[in-house]
């Protein structure tokens, strides 16, 4: 039990264009969920926090209008890079806490999603 | 501030050892701590959680909790070279978020 998912796995794009990524928790429901950054040899970031149906809580110096988080259901995060730099690129992942097993506050990671920006 | 702090590391113990990580933090009001395995370019994975001062034992795996001294800290036993990874120390008060350390990377020599 207790498994998040990713999509997509790594994408490369553009400079200026957006990316979108997915986080599914898929047999529990996540009444919160979390997106990290991380890039090389460097420890996670936590970027947002986001509650189901409300607006996502952003940690000081994310741009929330660069990085837009949706967490439109219990299963399902997402987001959005717009008008991604190649600064941008990094490893992205998101977590999921809910009621799966006990005890219902661990965080469950993702696999992450490898951004490449060129 | 609510740090979590750990030792970077490398660790560096041979196959078959004991590999002892540790876990400081400085909020008495931390409730549930979790050791979390991250292999290079992979994301986290949980290994264990502890809520209460004493041991946990899993597998190879003991989890150790102090809370008057305010430290954490993971045993790993029999230490195999597929062990080696960073290991991420995460704290949470509750009804707030995870505050994790920076890891210690531990290098399990063959």
């Known amino acids: 039990g207790a498994v998040v998912s990713q999509h997509p796995s790594w994408v490369i794009c553009k400079s200026g264009t957006s990316v979108k990524i997915e986080c599914r928790s898929l047999?529990?429901?996540?009444?919160?969920m979390f997106w990290y950054r991380q890039f090389p040899k460097q420890s996670l970031m936590l970027m947002a926090t986001?509650?189901?149906?409300?607006?996502?809580?952003?940690e000081q110096g994310v741009e929330k209008d660069k990085f837009l988080i949706n967490h439109a259901s219990l299963t399902l995060s997402t987001l959005t890079v717009t008008s991604a730099h190649p600064e941008d690129s990094s490893f992205y992942i998101c977590?999921?806490?809910?009621?799966?097993?006990?005890?219902?506050?661990?965080?469950?990671f993702g696999p992450g999603t490898r951004l490449t920006v060129l | 501030q609510k740090e979590v702090e750990q030792n970077s590391g490398p660790l560096s113990v041979p196959e078959g050892a004991i590999a002892s990580l540790n876990c400081t933090y400085s909020?008495?009001?931390?409730?549930?701590f979790f050791w979390y395995r991250q292999y290079s370019g992979k994301s986290p994975e949980l290994i264990m959680s502890?809520?209460?001062?004493g041991d946990k034992e899993d597998g190879r795996f003991t989890a150790q909790l102090n809370k008057a001294s305010q430290y954490v800290s993971l045993l790993i036993r029999d230490s195999q070279p597929s062990d080696s990874a960073t290991y991420l120390c995460?704290?949470?008060?509750?009804?707030?978020?995870?505050?994790f350390g920076p890891g210690t990377r531990l290098s399990v020599l063959p």
């Open positions: 909020d008495r009001g931390s409730q549930s």
């Open positions: 502890i809520y209460s001062n």
């Open positions: 986001s509650n189901e149906g409300s607006k996502a809580t952003y």
């Open positions: 977590s999921a806490r809910g009621q799966a097993g006990v005890p219902p506050d661990t965080q469950y």
């Open positions: 995460a704290v949470r008060i509750y009804g707030q978020n995870f505050v």
């Open positions: 047999d529990f429901q996540a009444t919160t």
